[in-house]
């Protein structure tokens, strides 16, 4: 089950970097929208290194 629990924790992980990488490529980012995602990314990578 912890197996599971951190496969979805990377999932995550996975998604906000590409949901960050897409935000950085537009022509005017949105810098608000990438601190709260890099935010949820550092949240999700203490989780993942506490599982």
Known sequence: MATAHAQALDT???E???RIAAEMRRP???LTMIQKLKKAKLRL???LSRS
């Open 45 to 47: 990578k203490d989780a």
């Open 28 to 30: 005017l980012p949105d």
């Open 16 to 18: 906000i970097e590409r």
């Open 12 to 14: 995550k992980h996975a």
